[in-house]
């Protein structure tokens, strides 16, 4: 965790490695979009130097840490705090939002707007208001843009489900293994976790496998990339990964329905065809 048993100490704690253990990977790449970015690029170089042991609310690092944005809290009269209530300025989450199949811009309510306004405090720290909020606002969109996406996608894989082209892998049997309510690669039952339905199979057909790669790995890198700054996780490991996974669901699901069409009418005429001759 963030303090290990044989040292328990805050150098440790308060240093990005610490929670690189747990937040990363490809469906919440925390810490590689973190590194990769200019702050991460300066911690890197210059953290080394830095006293680890004065604590975050005067500490005066060169460049946030992963502990600095999420722990450190500024008041309206830019006196700083520490709380580990990490998520309490974070809106999007886990940035499933789009499992719902619903593009909502969830910034604009009272709550996350007081919510965006404490981590600009944070921010200003350093930087300006206008640049802070400016970029968050562009996180914002890059992160809509993203879910528009995973719609698109999701409403494909309806489409199939509905017409009868493709069918939930396991009817009733969660995961093949359990006894369990029906579900589908983009439905679950509301008593279940509703944003990873398809991690739930291991023998998914492969359209359902690239909607869970489009949402659940590229969409989450393209998010926290953004957030955390790093052009390359938010663009080339995310946005464009996106877009790939899309061209194969729309290509693949165009020949599921093709080879269904032509199944339906071979049927057709294999039953009709001694009616046609009589």
Known sequence: ACHTRHAFNLE?????????????????PNWESYISSKHG????ARGAGWDWSTPMDVATYET??????????????????????????????????????????????????????????????????DKARGYLETADAHKLAGDALVIEARDILAGLYKDGVIQPSH???????????????IELPGEMAQHSPT???????????EYFDLFFFSALKSYKGAFHMSPDYAWWYGYADVLGHLARIRDEAQSLRDAKATSDRTLFMIFTGPLMVL
Not at 12 to 28: L, N
Not at 171 to 183: E, M, Q, T, V, Y
């Open 41 to 44: 690029s300066i911690y890197g």
């Open 171 to 185: 009817s009733k049997r969660s995961a093949g293994l359990l006894p369990g309510p029906h579900f589908s690669a």
């Open 12 to 28: 440790e704690a308060r240093k990005p490695e610490a929670c690189r253990t747990c937040h990363m990977g490809p469906d919440h």
């Open 64 to 129: 946030p840490t992963c502990a600095y944005c999420h722990m450190v809290y500024v008041d309206k009269d830019g006196k700083r705090s520490t709380s580990h209530h990490m998520t309490r300025k974070i809106i999007w989450g886990m940035g499933i939002q789009a499992a719902s199949g619903v593009l909502d811009d969830i910034t604009q309510t009272a709550e996350n707007q007081a919510k965006r306004n404490d981590m600009i405090r944070v921010c200003m720290t350093c930087h300006s208001e």
């Open 199 to 209: 991690s739930l199979f291991f023998d998914v057909s492969p359209i359902e496998r």
